[in-house]
């Protein structure tokens, strides 16, 4: 890596449910203002912003950060599917470490509708349905949406090969919402028992509703900045990008036939492994993690890709409560996308403001103690990980 890259200023705004949210160019407005607010800085000082949405037209970046100012700034506008938030954070790096901006803005957010996982992706264009269609004779898909039969199906997998109970995924749930009732801006508060979530409809074994991500809406931005930009601030100890890495499909998402491997295993494996290497530290050294839980199952496979835990392994991973306070890593502080919700643009940004605030020791209640070096996992399928280590000195 070239500069190192800071995030000196992050903000969100509270979740909502699909038609109880403000526009979302007013969202978008309120998380810019709050970040810039937070880093200190005013919108004249932003060189460059990258706007990250799903649904929306081609120009909604602009319209989303308009209303921070009209200073003719360069806006680019980013779709990488749900890895959109992070894809525009990687970007936005870029820019910083190669020398080309000294101060940008990153903003995601997206506005969606009741039922988007299954009206949405009707569409064989789509690359969620052209990714299922591919698998249509590997599981024996039901009429679910595509991506509860994709997230659904590798859990079928890793039950049938490693005999797991369909109750620890449902404990990933209970875990989830522990954590959201300790976020003022998670949308899902409420706690659940294991037997509660298990009680729940059936959406795709061994999935029920509530091991399933909500369509959200929100915004969620961050500013980030270079060293020099930093210390002519005045700025004290900010948060750093200490490594980044994003991968794309391999063949084996494909040719294996196997579901783990559809739905992001070896992209999120390799990502990681090359974001240890470029840190030169491992999951050992990790305090905090924020992880893609759009499906309980993914969040049990993404243990394993990331190195929390021993292929395998994650069920007695999770029952031993390795995943959450006083266990070996705290995963989704925030109530992950499974409690705080996934407005898609917006849940790249949503973590890496979640994990700056726990590394600045912001995070009031849900606080994970002497923090200093956190994860983050953000999966699109179609496909794009992206793996994002910070640090606070």
């Not at 890259?5 to 407005?29: D, L, R």
């Not at 004249?44 to 700034?73: M, N, P």
């Not at 954070?89 to 506005?111: D, H, K, N």
């Not at 264009?125 to 595509?146: K, R, Y």
């Amino acid at each position: 890596m070239g500069r190192r890259v800071n995030v000196i200023g992050v903000g969100m705004v509270k979740f909502a449910k699909p038609g109880a949210s403000e526009e979302y160019n007013v969202m978008a407005t309120k998380a810019g203002r709050a970040a810039l607010a937070d880093a200190g800085v005013d919108y004249k000082d932003i060189e460059q912003a990258y706007a990250g949405y799903v649904y929306g037209d081609s120009t909604c970046g602009q319209r989303a950060v308009y209303d921070l100012g009209l200073t003719g700034i360069p806006v680019f506008n980013v779709n990488n599917n749900c890895s959109t938030g992070s894809t525009a954070l990687m970007l936005g790096r870029q820019a910083i470490e190669g020398g080309i901006a000294e101060c940008v803005l990153v903003v995601g957010f997206e506005q969606m509708e009741k039922g988007a996982l299954g009206s949405k992706f009707n569409d064989r264009t789509n690359p969620l349905e052209w990714h299922a269609n591919l698998m249509n004779d590997v599981q024996g898909f039901a009429q679910a949406p595509p991506a509860a039969q994709m997230f659904g199906g590798a859990g079928r997998e890793y039950r049938w090969t490693h005999g797991t109970r369909r109750e620890t995924f449902a404990k990933i749930s209970e875990k989830a919402r522990q954590h959201a009732s300790r976020n003022p801006l998670a949308l899902f508060r409420e706690t659940l028992s294991v037997e509660e979530i298990l009680a729940a409809p059936e959406v795709f074994d061994p999935l029920t509703r509530f091991q399933c991500c909500p369509p959200t809406c929100g915004a969620a931005a961050a500013v980030l900045a270079s060293d020099d930009f930093v210390r002519k601030h005045g700025l004290q100890s900010p948060v750093w990008i200490a490594a980044q890495a994003m991968t794309t499909d391999f063949a084996s998402s494909f040719e294996e036939k196997s579901m783990i491997k559809m739905v992001g295993y070896d992209m999120a494996k390799a990502g990681a492994q090359k974001v240890y290497e470029q840190a030169g530290l491992g999951p050992e050294d990790i305090d905090v993690v924020e992880l893609h839980d759009c499906f309980t199952a993914n969040e049990l496979l993404t243990y394993e890709a990331l190195g929390l835990c021993p292929e395998g392994e994650a069920e007695k991973f999770i029952w031993d409560a390795d995943n959450t306070y006083g266990g070996k890593f705290v995963t989704n502080p925030s109530g992950g996308l499974l409690s705080k919700g996934h407005p898609l643009g917006a849940t790249g940004v949503a973590q890496c403001a979640e994990l700056v605030w726990q590394l600045r020791g912001q995070a009031d209640q849900r606080q994970v103690e002497g923090a200093k070096v956190a994860l983050q996992h953000n999966l699109g399928l179609g496909g794009a990980c992206v793996i994002t280590m910070y640090r606070r000195d």
